[in-house]
């Protein structure tokens, strides 16, 4: 998310999405190919499906088509599941969900096991449309992108008032490992 | 570190139940590329021309194309290999899908299975483990089936698998490989792996595949994907709508069968049915599709949506592509909705889209005309779809006459006799093609219909437009955007051609001029089977994204082989003379290199045999069609030279085609 300062308190963010069609989408995974290729190191180096950020969960006898992007991390798996039932067809449970999860082997990379997350092809300069946008011909995928005016949020301050506490505390530069520590996590 | 392929295949013994994953020769990928020309080089050194098909030395040989799983848009096929139940010779099927890219990301470019299993097992591929698991719990059952299954069992929904139904299982002659949207149908190598007691084999891998320059390359993966959204709004003016566009024919999309059902030949490819594509049918059979198709599907990493799920009523879905749609409608002399509902058997089965309707149509002909009788049709219903059905039952379970019909029609009208060959009357090479009777003789289809090592008609068809259009003006304009010609001169054979007159066929375009413009449409198609490419965005339509000026890049890039256009050239046609020696160690000369006798109403000998001559001359083939020693070493094929001047199938010293001519006597 980008943020821009306007004039007085008012500030605007960027909000990108992806709208999904599974109506469209046909199948044929060149969202996750173009994925991996984009990640890889050097870019474009490899191309690696299991190491793609979307993936196309998909069951052709059953029609069901969802591609799904890669969201957070969590630790745990949900103490709960859910099984949506759409047009009479039943999607698996997790079909929905973005998280990469012990419960399932999406979005982690292969051989580390670490977790995979969609940056939106973040890159610089940046692209006009991530690449999956780019490569779905069937329009399943659509990059939308758009303002969203935001009163510049209160708790800034609050935050500063707590880190100098902390500051007092600890010392300036313990916090600041700290959360160079946290950023890397992140 | 090796680009684009893995560099190792997996090798099984299902004699003995052993599994090696074996590094290849990187020398090989210099000299054949992949998929078909590394398949054909193991086959010339491991099947000597006296092993049977069905035999344990007989190899079946799945292999990704060499730049399959990588980014290149399209490029995803399997290319199956062995030599052919029904033609003796060599099949090469293929399948798109998923199946391909998944090996590669396994770690392997081929699986190769010689030998014969005992009992009926499957193959599970997991990255670096690989099992042989035993599949007795999936005999008889469907080649969808059997892939949802064993998904199940494994609990891996990503696998791929490629399976064959009960024809393969009992080596049914036109049997094919199933792998859910796609099928590796033709010659019989679902049959070759029944034989070998294999009912699927089962692949997942999650290892990345290599991309030598990785920014040269996704700049051609682009435009191509560039190129395919312009034409999709541009389709070409003055062809046929089929013709117009890219990908395999549109079957499921388009509706209006007008052009198929008037021109191709219904029943046993005998009765031509003008006037049959009536509003009323139209409104019929687009009823039928829209109710059952529910989704326009592809294959791994292509926009073009060739295939379709459909979801007859009461059936289990399946799914289809091209062609198959109208084949069993057009056999059976019914509609489309006994066509999508009977062909959903087929495909559970696993059989052959083009031989299968052909043969039952066959086997009713023949009841018809008095040399089968009854009796030997017993139990089978009145009516003519259920006879369909009988038949297709009789023929996979290989009961009564349908273990005669199995054979397909060739070998089923020699094992009846009594006459009953004038009925197996559309073969080339004994394989069943297209049902497809026209007037007047087309030198280029002649040339590529008789000496075509695919045997097969709708898999031959290239870059070069079928027909002259109607006027200059027309011609002109088609070849002002045509950079896909590897030279100049194809613009003005084009250009020059007319509907009628002086330069018109069969006389124009003339000999010469045909035998490059085959070339150049064989050339294309080989270069697609090393690759894993699909035709449908090369060789096959008009104008495609893939041609010989931006392949080579795509090789060297993707590869990291240095190539340009005539070292790519060079490798086709060293493709194109290994997979001929093949054939030709297998016995195969001019005598077979024939076009079914009724597939042109007016014939030519003479221009034929001009045409023959000068096309092997052309090909560097003697008159036999075998290439000379002269042209093999060339090649750098020295070791086949070698071994048919030991054989005694060329004579040594005798690089010049000799003056035999075309009348000889077919050499057995």
Not at chain 2, 322 to 341: H, I, N, Q, V
Request: net charge negative; hydrophobic share 35%.
């Amino acid at each position: 998310m980008e943020e821009h300062a306007v004039s007085g308190h008012k500030k605007t963010k960027t909000v990108k999405t992806i709208r999904i069609d599974v109506d469209k989408c046909n199948g044929c995974r060149a969202c996750e190919v173009i994925c991996s290729a984009f990640h890889a190191s050097p870019r474009y180096s490899s191309s690696n499906s299991a190491r793609s950020r979307i993936r196309v969960i998909h069951d052709p006898l059953r029609d069901i088509y969802v591609p799904v992007y890669a969201g957070d991390y969590s630790m745990a798996e949900c103490a709960g599941r859910d099984k949506y039932t759409i047009d009479g067809k039943e999607y698996d449970e997790c079909a929905f969900c973005r998280a990469s999860c012990p419960s399932r082997d999406l979005f982690k990379e292969p051989d580390s096991g670490l977790p995979l997350k969609c940056d939106m092809c973040e890159s610089d300069p940046s692209l006009s449309e991530p690449m999956c946008v780019q490569w779905c011909l069937a329009d399943a995928l659509v990059y939308e992108e758009r303002e969203e005016e935001v009163v510049e949020e209160e708790q800034q301050e609050e935050i500063e008032i707590g880190l100098e506490a902390m500051a007092n505390k600890h010392g300036v530069q313990k916090v600041m490992d700290t959360l160079a520590r946290m950023t890397k996590k992140a | 570190m090796r680009f684009a392929e893995t560099g190792f295949n997996l090798e099984v013994d299902l004699s003995r139940g052993n599994v090696e994953r074996v590094a290849t020769d990187p020398k090989d990928t210099e000299l054949y590329l992949g998929g078909l020309g590394t398949s054909a080089k193991l086959m010339w050194d491991r099947v000597p021309p006296e092993a049977e098909p069905f035999s344990p030395e007989n190899l079946l040989i799945f292999s990704a194309g060499l730049l399959c799983g990588t980014p290149a848009p399209g490029c995803n096929r399997t290319i199956v290999s062995t030599f052919s139940p029904q033609t003796k010779l060599l099949a090469y099927s293929m399948m798109g899908g998923f199946w391909a890219p998944e090996l590669k990301h396994a770690g392997y470019d081929k699986v190769i299975l010689r030998g014969k299993s005992p009992d009926l097992v499957y193959l599970w591929i997991n990255n670096d483990k690989v099992e042989i698991r035993d599949a007795s719990h999936l005999k008889g059952k469907g080649a969808v089936e059997t892939a949802d299954l064993i998904k199940k069992e494994l609990k891996e929904p990503k696998a791929q698998v490629a399976a064959i139904g009960m024809a393969g299982e009992n080596r049914v002659y036109f049997a094919s490989i199933e792998q859910g949207r796609s099928s590796a149908s033709r010659g019989g190598i679902g049959a070759v792996m029944g034989d070998k007691g294999v009912k699927a084999i089962v692949v997942r891998g999650t290892k990345d595949v290599h991309i030598a320059k990785p920014a040269e390359f996704m700049e051609l993966c682009n435009y191509v994907l560039k190129y395919i959204k312009a034409r999709d709004g541009n389709p070409i003016p003055g062809v046929m709508p089929i013709l117009a566009g890219l990908g395999s024919p549109q079957e499921m999309i388009v509706h209006d069968e007008k052009w198929h059902t008037e021109n191709f030949m219904w029943g046993n490819s005998r009765l031509r049915r003008k006037g049959f594509w009536t509003e009323e049918v139209a409104e019929n059979w687009t009823n039928t599709m829209e109710s059952m198709r529910t989704r326009l599907i592809s294959c791994y990493n292509c926009p073009m949506k060739c295939g379709a799920t459909i979801s007859p009523p009461g059936l289990p879905t399946y799914m289809m592509k091209c062609f198959s749609k109208l084949t069993y409608t057009m056999g059976a002399m019914s509609d489309l909705e006994f066509g999508l509902r009977i062909a959903q058997s087929a495909t559970e089965y696993g059989v052959d889209g083009f031989s299968a309707p052909q043969v039952m149509a066959f086997g009713l002909e023949l009841l018809e005309a008095g040399i089968l009788t009854d009796k030997d049709f017993p139990g089978m219903p009145d009516d003519n779809e259920g006879k369909f059905y009988w038949l297709l039952d009789k023929i996979v379970r290989r009961e009564g006459i349908g273990d005669t019909l199995a054979n397909g029609t060739h070998w089923a009208a020699e094992q009846i006799g009594n006459g009953a060959q004038e009925f197996a009357h559309n073969n080339i090479k004994k394989l069943e093609q297209l049902p497809l009777k026209l007037g007047m003789l087309n030198p280029i289809y002649f040339l590529m219909y008789s000496t075509g090592e695919k045997i097969n008609i709708t898999q031959i068809e290239g870059n070069f437009p079928q027909a002259p259009f109607a006027t200059r003006e027309e011609r002109e304009e088609f070849v002002k955007d045509w950079p896909h010609v590897p030279d100049e001169k194809f613009k003005e054979y084009f250009v020059e051609w007319e509907q009628r007159g002086e330069k018109s066929i069969p006389y124009y375009p003339t000999p010469d001029a045909t035998c490059e413009i085959v070339n150049w449409q064989e050339q294309m198609h080989y270069i697609d089977d090393s690759l894993g490419m699909c035709a449908g965005l090369s060789s096959f339509p008009l104008k495609p994204p893939y041609h010989i000026h931006n392949l080579p890049t795509f090789i060297s890039s993707g590869a990291g082989i240095d190539m340009d256009k005539d070292e790519l050239i060079q490798i086709a046609k060293r493709n194109r003379n290994l997979v001929r020696a093949l054939n030709v160690r297998k016995g195969m000369r001019r005598a077979d290199e024939k076009p079914p006798e009724d597939h042109w109403r007016k014939r030519f000998p003479e221009l034929e045999t001009e045409l023959m001559d000068t096309y092997y001359k052309f090909k560097g083939w003697n008159s036999q069609g075998i290439p000379t020693e002269e042209s093999l070493n060339e090649l750098s094929l020295d070791y086949i030279s070698k071994d048919f001047i030991q054989r005694g199938i060329l004579k040594d010293g005798e690089d010049a085609p000799s003056g035999e001519t075309s009348t000889e006597k077919e050499q057995k």
